[in-house]
């Protein structure tokens, strides 16, 4: 992958790009060029407008793209979406350009940082003061995974070009967060991420919903698989082993051996070297303290602790809610479908990075975290008026709820492999 120097682009387009059954010089990608609007960026449908908070800047790298328009004999995959909802929330996302709120205020992002430098140097302080026993060694390691999945959610505003104006300043600092303090890729994450947001909880596009057969989600996967008699793994006891594959797996495991190899098979060298910066510093720090294979156990343990918090937040917001195929429905609609959020504390915020606004977020994908909570009473008033469901749950009903999720899907998959 290259440099994301237009935003994410590249994934919204491939995200909207017909399926098989529709060929693509027949769609013409009207989607994304509906000359029939004029310019191809102003026209541009909700999805690309939300990610991208230049529009003159990126037009110029669509213009090559732009083949022309449906003819209106030819079939259209916007069938789904309703004219009023998308009047009504470009004329919310108006309220909210006027209110400011994708203003930045650069002191909260700077107090963020400051506490992730200073969790690291709390945690490096313990272990030199008391020692490399126990009681220090697990203190540590869980002070650091509180500064990683910290740093996680801080490279994720940074990733949504949310913090300052220039998307340039946004790239650069993108990757030092999740580059040096994290030993990510930011190349990888803008990948997989924004093809997330373009089409959340759809298969085949969002790749967060991609279990490679570990896992059947919703209700139309497991029915399917259950169908074709398909039994990877167990999928009604999915509930119970999610608790030793999902949370302490991840990232220590997975995510840790795919974002090196995308940056070797890819070469994103640039991003390889923020990376081998991370794990430099990381290894001259606490080899002084662990030796070689100690510092590698240590820095897998904190990988261990920081995956549980990274996958609990995630997926409260997202697994819960439906999971199907395509449904081409309008921008507003299709987001909460796929997204739920989570009642707001100081804790709450800071423990999700603020993802316990994933509605908004969804929504207003560059606005600045901390004004997230601003634009909510908006979007349900506009929720309310369109009878569209609003959900927002206490946190610890919303952890539970991937639980029960996983169970429900379960339950229908060894249904229909029994019986259908």
């Keep these: 992958m290259h440099d994301w120097a237009a935003g994410p682009c590249v994934c919204v387009l491939l995200a909207s790009i017909p399926t098989p059954q529709t060929p693509l010089l027949r769609a013409s990608l009207p989607p994304l060029h509906p000359a029939s609007v004029g310019h191809p960026i102003t026209g541009q449908q909700d999805a690309f407008r939300a990610f991208h908070p230049d529009l003159k800047f990126v037009g110029k790298f669509l213009k090559p793209l732009l083949i022309g328009e449906l ?30 709120l994708f203003k930045t205020n650069h002191v909260f992002f700077l107090l963020l940082l400051a506490h992730i430098i200073a969790l690291e140097s709390i ?41 300052y104006r220039k998307p340039k300043w946004n790239h650069l600092v993108h990757k030092f967060v999740i580059g040096h303090l994290k030993g990510a890729s930011a190349n990888w994450w803008n990948h997989r991420h924004f093809q997330h947001h373009a089409k959340p909880n759809i298969f085949h596009k969002d790749p ?24 990877y793994l167990p999928y009604n006891h999915q509930h119970e082993y999610f608790f030793l594959i999902g949370p302490p797996l991840l990232i220590p495991m997975y995510f840790q051996y795919q974002i090196i190899m995308t940056m070797i098979v890819h070469k994103n060298w640039v991003d390889l070297a923020w990376a081998i910066s991370y794990y430099i510093r990381f290894f001259v720090t606490y080899i002084p303290f662990y030796g070689i294979l100690g510092a590698l156990l ?28 395509e449904a081409y429905r309008d921008w507003f609609s299709s987001q909460l479908t796929a997204t739920c959020n989570v009642e707001q504390s100081f804790f709450n915020d800071w423990f999700s990075g603020h993802l316990n606004f994933q509605i908004e977020h ?10 997230l909570h601003k634009i909510a009473p908006l979007v349900k008033s506009l929720c309310a008026k369109h009878g569209i469901e609003y959900q927002e749950k206490p946190l610890l009903r919303a952890l539970l709820d991937i639980i029960r999720s996983l169970r429900k899907s379960g339950k229908l998959w060894l249904d229909a492999y029994l019986h259908k």
């Excluded at 969804?362 to 004004?371: D, E, I, K, S, V």
């Design 298 to 325: 240590f820095l897998n343990f904190i990988r261990f602790l920081e995956s549980h918090w990274f996958v609990w937040v995630t997926q409260m917001n997202h697994i819960v809610m439906e999971i199907d195929q």
């Design 71 to 100: 003819a209106p004999e030819e079939p259209s995959q916007d069938h789904g979406k309703n004219s009023k909802i998308i009047e009504d929330f470009r004329a919310l996302k108006k309220t909210a350009e006027d209110m400011n």
């Design 123 to 163: 945690a490096w302080f313990t272990v030199f003061y008391f020692g490399n026993g126990w009681i220090p060694t697990l203190i540590t390691a869980f002070v650091l995974a509180t500064s990683q999945a910290q740093a996680g959610w801080l490279q994720h505003d940074y990733g949504h070009l949310s913090v």
């Design 362 to 371: 969804h929504l207003f994908p560059t606005m600045p975290r901390h004004n």
């Design 208 to 231: 967060d919903v991609n279990m490679l057969h570990v896992f059947v989600l919703g209700e139309w996967q497991p029915i399917e698989y259950g169908k074709k008699k398909l039994k």
